[in-house]
Structure formats: C-alpha cells, structure tokens
C-alpha cells in the first residue's frame, strides 16, 4: 500500500531546533521522527512512500535512503519542492504515483500517534466514501481544523481555525486521511498552486460527495511547536 507523508514544512515554530534540522527529522528521544513514523506505518502494511520536501531537502533524501537499506522491503521517493505546492498540491503533482491505487493515505508528517490503522482502513472500506477523516479530542481548536458529522459519521462540515464564537465541535482533524483514487477528479478546477485539503479540497468533497469521519481515542499529538516537542519526548516510552 502506499502512503504520502507530507514533509515539507519549514518548522518555524521549532526554532531554533529546526535551524540546521528539517522539522522531519527532529529527534523525539533517541530517533528522528520520521523513523517513527515509517516504522508505524509499515507495521500496517504501508510499504510505498512518496515523502515531500523543501527545507534542506538533502539531509531528507539521505536520511530516507539510509532507511530504505536498513528496510529491504520498502520504497521510499522523495521529492524536492523549490515553492511549497501545498498539502493537496503535492498529490496533485504526484498523481501518476497514487492513480492506480485503489486506497491511499495521507498522512502529516508532524503526528506521533499509536492509532490503529486497520481499523481506519477497515471502517473506510465499509462506508465505501471517497474519503475518511480522522480525529481525535482538541479541548482548545481554535488553532485546529473543527468537524461536525451526522449520526452515521457523515461529515457535514470541516472549519480551519475557527474563531471562538464559531467553536461547534471538538472533533479536530488529526491530519490522516484515507483517500480513494475517485479524488483526483475534484482536482480539475483547481489549476494554480498551492493547493490546501482543508481550505481547497475537503469542502468541496464534503458537498458533493460522501466524507467520513473516524474517531480516535489513542494517542496522538501534532509536533509543531516547542511545547509540543517537549511533551512527545516525555510520553515517547510509554508509547514505544
């Protein structure tokens, strides 16, 4: 199965740790993290990866082609983006890598979790939707990206960064996507880069199609600030 991870972030909010470390590879207790989230995902059974890049993009090359050799049974493509085409933007431009598959996921680079992935790609393929959205509990998602569903788990609305009157669910969007190849045609009208899921593809599956919604109760913090950084590296034992 293959699997995008998205990686190409300039890890701001890390600095200074991301000074001469693309955020990807920022150690989260004796490994980088994208080691961990390799090794998670082909414990599901992901073995393809197309990885994006852009800042100091050859320390990602090199640190995936180290990973390939130590895992014969994986490929890993990297890919250099000089501007950022954006989440969305980089399937696009990638499209030749993911069309033919039947199921793809999409994954942020940024999560650590222990989510259980079968059982997403178990409840995809029963809702037979065009796409699955995890999430997971925000007690504070104003910085997040906010979903309402119906009963059947059928998404009605996704909110990027919702001000605090707009604040109508704490389902957040962890950022881990199960895809069919049936997305591509949503892409059509979308010509110029960037292109974002939430802002620019999401809404418009939501209208026209059927999205659902996967709720998860594991572990699952987003590295993207200092804070959280710290608070991975003291919960990282408990979880591997």
């Given at each position: 199965?293959?699997?995008?991870?998205?990686?190409?972030?300039?890890?701001?909010?890390?600095?200074p740790l991301t000074n001469k470390v693309p955020k990807p590879l920022i150690k989260i207790g004796d490994k980088p993290l994208l080691e961990y989230t390799l090794t998670y995902l082909n414990?599901?059974?992901?073995?393809?990866?197309?990885?994006?890049?852009?800042?100091?993009?050859?320390?990602?090359?090199?640190?995936?082609?180290?990973?390939?050799?130590q895992n014969k049974n994986i490929k890993i493509k990297v890919t250099y983006e000089p501007i950022l085409l954006g989440s969305g933007g980089t399937l696009l431009k990638n499209k030749s890598y993911f069309v033919k598959e039947e199921t793809f996921l999409v994954y942020y680079g940024d999560n650590l979790t222990n989510l259980n992935l079968n059982k997403v790609l178990d409840f995809h393929k029963r809702k037979k939707g065009i796409a699955t959205i995890v999430s997971y509990y925000e007690k504070n998602p104003a910085s997040k990206g906010i979903i309402e569903f119906k009963q059947n788990k059928k998404i009605t609305l996704l909110k990027e960064k919702p001000k605090p009157d707009e604040i109508t669910s704490y389902y957040a969007n962890a950022g881990i996507y199960v895809f069919s190849n049936k997305i591509f045609k949503y892409f059509k009208n979308h010509k110029h880069y960037p292109i974002d899921f939430a802002k620019d593809i999401l809404p418009i599956l939501i209208k026209k199609t059927n999205v659902y919604v996967y709720h998860m109760n594991e572990y699952f913090i987003d590295i993207g600030t200092l804070e959280t950084y710290k608070q991975a590296n003291k919960e990282i034992n408990k979880l591997f």
């Open positions: 199965m293959k699997a995008l991870i998205l990686a190409a972030g300039l890890g701001t909010r890390l600095r414990e599901y059974g992901f073995d393809r990866y197309l990885i994006n890049s852009h800042y100091l993009p050859i320390k990602v090359k090199k640190f995936a082609s180290k990973f390939e050799k």
